[in-house]
């Protein structure tokens, strides 16, 4: 039977703790699993999941054990292939169908989309590709110097893992590079849509009492949750953007359509690189003097268009 919750602070706080609790609890669980059956089923599993561990503090032994370890980085990728899926499983989309089936309240808005829906998601993903690059560009001009040292060392650690996993995770397979759009792509646009706007957001919407500012607090675990120091901007702003659009549109299905592309743009991005279809000079070209002003333009298109505005 469904539980219902009341609209004071205090409900919600409790609510709050628990999809804290059942979020843990369920990736802690995912994360074991697979881990388990790895050091069981796999000759060397255990020290497959040692090696990962390594690579985890030390990012650039990815590239030295690449040429020096081909067999073990060869099985390390498709180890950390299987976490990924487990971790977004685990982590978003389970703790996700819990609360809907649990909760009479969070309900997802599923308004029924439109022809104009598709414009208004493709304007969107324009602006986001722009600002969002615009905004990396400033993180690395301004620097984390402000940082206690062992908290940049740890950002810029799991920053510069993220980006070799997701290096190394595409090749120059079409069918590699289907099967990755599934992992990295489709799957994070349904699964983090599902828990940061369908649940996380109605929630701080409802203890804050505020729209605006249950986006934002969303947003703040949405862009620290990522463990990218670099793209902590870009992440935090993609997410505000699509907080706007859940709550202006009512469609979950649109915020998973601009985020999966927004995701696939940059597998696709690694993917043409590699296969040599343009180099990264030219494609940081295009994306400093194209899509850039493109962003912008579009930003100031919104704002006067008042798509933003929360009523």
Known sequence: MKNSFGTDSTSYIRTLLLIILITVFSFTIFQLIPMFLISIFMDNGVELLSEITIYQTNPL???????SKPDIHSSV???LKLLTFFSQIGTFLVPS???FWKFNQIKLLQKKTIKSDYLFVFINFILLLGISNLLVLISLSIGYDYLPEGVKSYLSNEQLFNTKIQEYFVTKDVSNLAF???LMAILPAVAEELFFRGVLQKIFIGLL???FFGILFTSLIFGILHFQIDNFLAIFFASLLLGIIYEKRNNIKLNMLLHFMFNAFSLISIFIIKNEIINEEKLEYLLNYALIPAGIFCFIYSLKKGAWKLN
Do not use: M, P, S
């Open 180 to 182: 990755n759009l599934f």
């Open 61 to 67: 032994l990815l590239d030295e054990h690449f040429t």
């Open 97 to 99: 169908i819990f609360i």
């Open 77 to 79: 990728i498709k180890i």
């Open 209 to 211: 009492k505020n729209r």
